[in-house]
Every structure is written in structure tokens, then in C-alpha cells.
């Protein structure tokens, strides 16, 4: 509630907002990154938190330093403005969360990338850490849960510091759960198209409902070498997707990526999962590219396709 509206001002609440809220907020920003960091520690240094190497050039460690210094220094508790404090606070989360994309260290296969591994494994452990003192005030029993899985008995001080190296890691419950809204299906009236040549009419296309989301959670369908199941971020909405991709890409690695999405597609039962909407993507038989990149101002709104729409004199 303080992260969707300012203490002491009006605000609409519904039980669909703060669903949305707690599913991208806490169940996919927060939660599914301390799950996240927790698994590749334990998958790439036996679960103990590694002593950062000397790098020469680290810009993205030192961008996370510098967004978790900057919440030490604010006045937002102190002025009573929680909702800026969230705010700020969820800056060093979303950072963080691209920290993860930007090394991909499930790509740190090599010895001579284990010094770069270590870094990346201690700096998003030791931010978790942070977002865990920071986040106390508001929900101390997630902040207790964090530095358990830290290897902690309590979560520290606010200085940036060492007191995580060489603690093990210890795999808990997630922090929070995904909560699933059950709501009744919509059928939408399929396009028509036609089958029996090359090109549609600007009226089929303007049919189309595209919009931008981002991928939250990717993982394999049992059974299955082709498809994955997507969770999409679409607004404050979430949208499962069922996508033939998973022989061009690995779930993992799609975490965070922008795609579009055909937003009014009916929905479907795909190897028994629903699908609610289709990724655009380029290829013939095999899929060779997801569209991630588009013409947009904000996730959640339709991309622009301009077009020449003039008749011809």
C-alpha cells in the first residue's frame, strides 16, 4: 500500500492493484532475484559466498555500490515519506536484477572468467544484504528470512562491507509466494485472415493488439524440446505465455528481456498450459529471433509501426 500511494494522501485501493503489486514488486522483483542469487552460488561455488577479485574496470559493480550508498544518505524514513523510500529502495532492486542479465553468469564457464564470477557472486550477495537492512522498517520478517538464507544470524549494519565472505548460503521457502487470481476467460474472435496468399490488408493488421512486456520467469515445459512457459509483465498485468523458443533460447537467459507481445489473441491450452497471447518472433521452421526491440515509450503500451499511409496520386 505505501509503495502505491503517498503516506497521508488519498489513494483508490483495489484487491486486483495490490495483487498486481505483491506478484511484480515482491513475488518477481524481489523474491525471484534473492532465489535466484541464493541458486547460483550454491550451483557455482558450492554455496559459499566468494572474496571479490580486484578487477581494473568494474562499471557495474560500481553502479550497484553507488545506487546502495545513495539509500544510506536519504531522508525519506526520516521525513515520514515512505513511499520515496520505497521507491528508492526498489532502484537498487531493479538495478540489481539487471546486474544479473548484464554478466550472465551462467555464461562463466571458463578459469579465466572465475575471478569475474567470484565478483558478480559476493557484489549481488552483499546488495541483497542491503536490500534486506533498507526493506526491515517496512517488513522485518522478510529482512530475518533474507539473512538466514544469507548464512547470517542478523542482516548487518548499512555499510557497504565483507562480513558475507566465506558464509554459506542456505536455500529457504520463497519469500514470496506467487498468488495466482483465478478470472474467467474471455474468448476473443479469431482474426480473419486470409490463408490463401502473402499479404493482409492494413485492416487485418490494425486488428492486432500489440503491446510491450518484459519476461519475468522462464522455465521448461516437461515433455517437450521446443516450448517454454513465460511469465509477462504487461503494466501492472501478468500474462502466461507458451512459446516455441526454448531450441534458440535458454530460460534463464530471457529473464528481463523486452518483448512483444500479440496482447488480443484468444487464449489457448498448449500441451495442457495456457497460453494468453503469442510472442512475435522471426524464423521458418525454427525460430531464429524473439522481436525485443520496438519503437516504445513504456512497457505495457502498444510498440509504434509507422507506416506510409497516403494514397498514390
Not at 155 to 178: E, H, N
Amino acid at each position: 500500500m505505501l509503495r502505491e500511494v503517498p503516506f497521508g494522501d488519498d489513494g483508490n485501493f483495489s484487491q486486483d492493484t495490490l495483487l498486481q503489486r505483491y506478484n511484480s514488486d515482491l513475488a518477481n522483483d524481489l523474491g525471484n532475484l534473492v532465489s535466484r542469487v541464493i541458486h547460483l552460488t550454491q550451483q557455482n561455488s558450492n554455496g559459499i559466498i566468494p572474496e571479490p577479485a580486484v578487477l581494473e574496470s568494474h562499471p557495474e559493480e560500481e553502479s550497484v555500490k553507488e545506487i546502495a550508498r545513495n539509500l544510506f544518505d536519504s531522508d525519506a524514513l526520516l521525513c515520514l515519506d515512505f513511499h520515496r523510500a520505497l521507491t528508492e529502495i526498489w532502484k537498487l532492486i531493479d538495478r540489481v536484477n539487471r546486474y544479473v542479465e548484464e554478466i550472465a553468469p551462467w555464461k562463466l564457464k571458463k578459469p579465466s572468467e572465475k575471478d569475474k564470477l567470484n565478483t558478480f557472486l559476493y557484489t549481488s550477495a552483499e546488495a541483497i544484504r542491503v536490500m534486506g537492512v533498507v526493506i526491515s522498517p517496512f517488513m522485518p520478517q522478510t529482512a530475518e528470512n533474507i539473512a538466514q538464507q544469507l548464512g547470517l544470524s542478523e542482516i548487518g549494519s548499512y555499510a557497504w562491507g565483507d562480513s558475507l565472505i566465506g558464509k554459506t548460503v542456505q536455500k529457504g521457502d520463497p519469500l514470496f509466494p506467487r498468488i495466482e487470481r483465478k478470472k474467467p476467460i474471455v474468448a476473443v474472435a479469431p482474426l480473419s485472415v486470409p490463408t490463401s496468399q502473402t499479404s493482409i490488408s492494413i485492416e487485418d493488421f490494425g486488428k492486432l493488439d500489440l503491446r510491450v512486456g518484459i519476461i519475468k520467469e522462464a522455465e521448461r515445459i516437461p515433455k517437450s524440446d521446443k516450448l517454454l512457459k513465460l511469465r509477462i509483465g504487461v503494466g501492472l498485468e501478468m500474462r502466461q505465455v507458451v512459446a516455441g523458443i526454448a531450441t534458440k533460447y535458454q530460460p534463464e537467459a530471457l529473464i528481463g528481456k523486452s518483448i512483444v507481445l500479440v496482447y488480443n489473441l484468444a487464449p489457448a491450452k498448449i500441451r495442457g498450459v495456457l497460453s494468453e497471447g503469442m510472442l512475435l518472433a522471426a524464423g521458418d521452421e525454427s525460430v531464429r529471433a524473439i522481436v525485443s526491440k520496438a519503437a516504445f515509450s513504456d512497457w505495457g503500451k502498444s510498440p509504434s509501426f509507422p507506416f506510409h499511409s497516403e494514397k498514390q496520386g
